[in-house]
């Protein structure tokens, strides 16, 4: 049986700035493949441990490449999507809240004022992958603006230049809730992309809907999954699984376009969710509830464990991410296989100037914010002039070596009650990870509580968050909420307080029409 193979990527030449010098080192440059799932949890592959449904191109994709077992997103839609286009945090853009505007702007934390479309004039990470000669596209969910440049369906063809993209597919028929979700359509167009700028070093950003809600699979591939014994509605739904099987065919033809084209060996291909997996949702508080409210469940999709809860909340389901890599490496010479960094390498394969390493699984954890320094020191390019990049690139993880010691943060000052959402921040600092509730929160029986509330846990002992040690570790509680909230500070955000607003009979009542003193 022949071994698979993973082509490490590179550090490319510094290259000059004029249009000629990105010609000239366009052969040397990998293209770039991202492909962004919506609500994909972390155990719904077969190489992250999912006996539920079948995901043979995926798997395949694993074994060729670089797996990641700690890679981490925010919590939902579009704070995710921010990062992923300015390399900076939430704390920093702005943009912890899904858009359109909704809140509930009389319960008792006072959640401070989000930005609402991601500006124009802002860096994105395809604007400086054009500066440094890239061919860019796009296709998919968008969900980083409203109105005029579109939205959570896709961003509109004419807008696509203001973000820096030289294509964008154009939305797919119907919407992206029926149907397949559009999956075969985006497919398409990244297809369609990869074949018409072979000559020249390309980026395609594909951002698929599913496998977000409303729940919807091709017909036939439902059925299959109902004759496999998946229930039609609940957790582990037959819908939900077909989604997955889609979304994994789909896989399949572009890898497979690529392979077509000649592409493969020069193409860094990246897939991940873009945060925690849908696995139970919330019912909205009847209005007039009260301190006593404890949610019910709406919908249930598919169970994260060994990961804690889901989309929406702070614990691992809800941040950890299935993540995986594969691309080429630069003839510049020999690397030393994949070792250290907590990194194993199943294999690997010499060859003149390049390692090839087979199945490698990376325990160092990474965070979204990190993808924009980490492509553009893949890709060559500069980082924008003045734009402040809250990650760090993490090639060197990529050729078996270790990244500095480092604290990941998360700000999600917001309330959103589908996901049992109240003002938090979260920071994980080596094994240890501590979630600051600002004002109240909801247990793990789904009981509201007033007050702020500390959580500790140890991830590598207790990864399924079962185990608060805040009470037993008073003194690394303490060291470790200075430091998040002096990062908080740093970012010019702020700890959310008091809510002058709050309004007893209404704290549970969730509006889109946005109060006046809200700005």
């Known amino acids: 049986m022949k071994a698979p193979r993973f082509w490490l990527f590179w550090t490319v030449l510094v290259l000059a700035g004029s249009s000629a010098a990105h010609e000239a080192a366009g052969a040397e440059r990998p293209n770039i493949l991202f492909v962004l799932t919506d609500d994909q949890g972390w155990p719904t592959l077969g190489c992250y441990g999912s006996i539920r449904v079948a995901t043979p191109h995926l798997d395949k994709f694993a074994s060729e490449g670089v797996r990641f077992t700690q890679a981490y997103a925010m919590p939902q839609c579009t704070p995710t999507r921010a990062a992923l286009m300015s390399g900076q945090h939430t704390a920093r853009t702005g943009m912890w809240h899904v858009l359109p505007w909704y809140g509930l702007p009389w319960a008792p934390v006072e959640e401070p004022a989000w930005r609402e479309q991601y500006p124009r004039e802002w860096p994105t990470l395809p604007k400086a992958l054009q500066a440094a000669g890239y061919r860019t596209g796009m296709g998919g969910k968008w969900h980083l603006t409203t109105g005029r440049d579109g939205g959570y369906d896709a961003l509109k063809p004419a807008a696509g230049a203001a973000y820096g993209f030289d294509f ?127 949610l019910e469940p709406a919908t249930e999709a598919f169970d994260n464990a060994p990961l804690r809860a889901g989309k929406g909340f702070p614990y691992e389901g809800g941040l950890r991410v299935p993540c995986m890599v594969r691309g080429p490496l630069s003839p510049r010479g020999p690397l030393s296989p994949l070792s250290g960094s907590g990194q194993t390498a199943q ?42 990049l809250d990650g760090v690139s993490f090639v060197p993880l990529l050729e078996g070596k270790e990244l500095p010691p480092r604290a990941l943060f998360w700000y999600m000052p917001l309330y959103d009650l589908r996901w049992a959402a109240t003002p938090c921040a979260v920071m994980r600092e080596g094994d240890w990870k501590l979630i600051e509730y600002f004002g109240d929160w909801f247990d793990e029986t789904m009981h509201y509580h007033r007050g702020r509330h500390l959580e500790l846990f140890n991830l590598r002992d207790d990864l399924a968050e079962a185990r608060d040690a805040a009470a037993a570790q008073p003194e690394r509680v303490r060291e470790m909420t200075g430091r998040l909230q002096a990062w908080i500070e740093s970012t010019g955000a702020r700890v959310p307080g008091d809510n002058p607003h709050f309004d007893r009979a209404k704290m549970f009542e969730e509006t889109r029409q946005k109060p006046a003193w809200v700005r």
């Open 168 to 294: 964008v597919a154009p939305p797919g028929p119907g919407s992206p809730n029926e149907g397949d979700k559009w999956v075969n359509h985006l497919t398409d167009a990244a297809i369609g992309f990869i074949r018409e700028n072979r000559e020249r070093p390309w980026f395609f950003y594909l951002a698929h809907h599913t496998l977000h809600s409303k729940f919807s699979a091709p017909d036939e591939m439902v059925a299959e999954q109902r004759k496999r014994g998946a229930p039609a509605d609940g957790m582990f739904n037959a819908t939900y699984l077909a989604m997955i099987a889609h979304l994994d065919e789909s896989f399949g033809r572009l890898m497979a376009a690529l392979e077509e084209t000649h592409q493969a060996e020069k193409t860094l291909v990246v897939f991940m969710s873009d945060n925690g997996g849908f696995n139970t949702n919330y019912a909205l508080p009847k209005p007039g509830a009260d301190e006593t409210v404890r």
């Open 347 to 388: 294999g690997t394969v010499r060859t003149t100037g390049t390692v090839r390493t087979t199945g490698t699984v990376c325990e160092t954890p990474i965070h979204v914010v990190d993808w924009m320094p980490t492509l553009l020191e893949v890709a060559g390019a500069a980082a924008p002039a003045g734009h402040s």
